[in-house]
């Protein structure tokens, strides 16, 4: 339940920013030799709003993801992030957009030769050059600690679970206080209970900063728990978007068929 | 029933033999596609080149990556390459003796000695030793982040992976490799006069006054410096192969191999371009 702290909070935001969506994908097509990914979708996310995009493997889901923080280029469509395009920017140029933007990767992608604590503190050493050593060391604590990892500070990606890799990868892509927040799978390959915890996790990060968040995922519970909002992937487009509700009540066969084999 | 009728009926191709038509089809295919693969890695690899270029002289600098690897590159290959040089050293002082003396010019031992390990054998063999231990480093460390996303992670991270990764590798190869070739050379040098001192007398002395009686700075300087350019193929194909990397462990394993090959091989085709320059540039 959203306290009048966080309305007031949101109210003042939307106010910056105006109501306009934080990330807007329109059109968006991209095909891989003569497999097309996505075929033209649509899709918004505002401030402090999750959407969870599901669908079956290899239909194009972590490729969304991928074209919105600039890793792949569409062949058509437009991708705004608060209203500005990035969807022809040059590599060079993608850098301030990407500051805003945290991304956890499938398998984390912690960088193996650093120890938890440097893979956290790796872009504040990049982007924030104005912080002392003792500043960027006590800010690495304080993510690490959000995401219950203070305990593992000098332990090496090799040395820690899957679930606790993507803890730290969660607070690496937390670092530099982005407005958008993507997940690519991020209870892929975890056992039930580490699963809940990643989803618990993300909710009060999302409660606590507000921020634009996609979640790339076929876990339907997880989507439940943590999206405001559902989108559903077929053969590239958006078959059906809305609450868990809207999904339930649909009666497109493709829809029925994942939420029964979900 | 004929071999071809049994094929035809089962639905496989028929077999090449026979078929002068089809064999020769088959054949100016695979040449087709050597070729347009050989254009398109050259290709890319001058597009890598000039995004490396780009992100190497625009700021913010990775200096202290760059330190990293100076010491990775310089220091951790500095044993390697001596022990390298000591052989080479000691291979061309025997050989050496024993062409010498059958020819009656035993007194140009330290000439040939100095000669053979500066202008030729030091570079080469420290390149090729550098090309093997560091270009096989650098080729599974990339390749082995890209197939990870480590890569992907630093691009996210708004971090040019041009300028941290590569950059860095290939200027550290660059300025390593002639510092590396002097450590060969004096371990060479050194080696090669102590095996002749075992069997005939001579002082390190005489053996450098003589070795080194009437020589020029444009004798042994461009013969150690070309190993810069070495120290670019090295570092440059590396990272190519590494930052481009497709296929889980076996392109890890691929891109490793092909570092070494073909820095190894550019290396030496390099050298026959070089000599030549450095003989017409610096008589």
């Excluded at chain 1, 956890?104 to 050493?125: G, I, M, R």
């Excluded at chain 2, 599974?140 to 890209?146: N, T, Y």
């Excluded at chain 2, 091989?265 to 017409?280: E, P, Q, R, W």
Aim: aromatic share 6%.
């Amino acid at each position: 339940m959203a306290t009048a702290y966080d309305i007031a909070m949101k109210q003042e935001k939307t106010e910056e920013y105006g109501s306009a969506p934080v990330v807007a994908v329109n059109h968006l097509r991209k095909t891989f030799g003569s497999h097309t990914v996505l075929n033209g979708i649509s899709l918004s996310v505002n401030r402090g709003e999750t959407l969870a995009v599901l669908g079956r493997s290899g239909t194009g889901k972590s490729v969304l993801l991928r074209l919105i923080i600039g890793l792949e280029k569409p062949d058509s469509g437009s991708i705004r992030i608060h209203g500005q395009e990035i969807a022809g920017l040059a590599l060079d140029r993608m850098g301030e957009i990407r500051k805003k933007m945290g991304f956890l990767f499938q398998h984390a992608a912690l960088y193996d030769s650093l120890t938890v604590a440097e893979n956290v503190a790796f872009p504040l050493q990049h982007h924030r050059t104005e912080m002392s050593k003792s500043d960027r060391t006590g800010r690495v604590r304080e993510l690490l600690a959000e995401v219950g990892m203070e305990g593992d500070l000098d332990k090496m990606p090799s040395d820690i679970s899957g679930g606790m890799q993507k803890r730290v990868g969660l607070a690496r892509a937390l670092a530099l206080e982005p407005e958008i927040l993507l997940l690519d799978e991020p209870t892929a390959g975890l056992d039930p209970i580490s699963s809940g915890e990643i989803d618990d996790l993300i909710l009060k990060l999302q409660r606590e900063r507000q921020m634009a968040s996609i979640v790339v995922t076929h876990d339907l519970h997880s989507a439940r728990t943590i999206a405001n909002r559902l989108a559903l992937l077929d053969q590239g487009n958006v078959v059906i978007e809305g609450n868990y509700e809207d999904l339930d009540q649909s009666e497109i066969a493709f829809v029925k068929e994942f939420l029964k084999l979900s | 029933m004929s071999s071809s009728r049994v094929t035809a009926v089962a639905g496989i191709d028929p077999p090449l033999q026979g078929r002068p038509e089809l064999f020769a089809s088959s054949a100016v295919n695979s040449v087709t596609e050597l070729v347009n693969g050989f254009f398109e890695w050259f290709g890319s690899l001058g597009i890598f080149l000039w995004k490396v270029l780009r992100a190497a002289v625009t700021p913010p600098y990775e200096w202290r990556e760059l330190i990293r690897q100076l010491d990775e590159v310089g220091s951790k290959s500095l044993p390697l390459v001596a022990l390298a040089g000591a052989a080479v050293g000691v291979i061309i002082s025997l050989e050496a003796r024993y062409s010498l003396s059958r020819f009656g010019a035993k007194s140009m031992f330290p000439a040939t000695l100095v000669y053979s390990v500066i202008q030729v054998m030091g570079p080469i063999i420290t390149g090729l030793v550098v090309s093997g231990r560091v270009g096989a480093g650098i080729g599974a460390e990339l390749a082995s982040m890209k197939v990870t996303e480590q890569i992907d992670a630093i691009e996210a991270s708004a971090i040019n992976p041009y300028r941290l990764l590569a950059a860095t590798r290939i200027l550290a190869c660059i300025l390593m490799l002639p510092l590396l070739t002097i450590a060969a050379d004096a371990c060479g040098l050194l080696s090669g006069w102590f095996a002749q001192a075992m069997v005939e007398p001579l002082s390190f002395h005489q053996f450098i006054e003589s070795g080194f009686k009437g020589a020029t700075f444009n004798a042994f300087l461009p013969p150690t410096f070309k190993t810069a350019v070495y120290g670019l193929i090295i570092g440059l194909i590396a990272c190519f192969q590494g930052m481009r990397t497709r296929g889980g462990a076996e392109g890890v394993g691929r891109a490793a191999t092909n570092s070494v090959v073909l820095g190894s091989l550019f290396l030496i085709l390099a050298d026959v371009v070089l000599v030549k320059f450095i003989l017409v540039v610096f008589p």
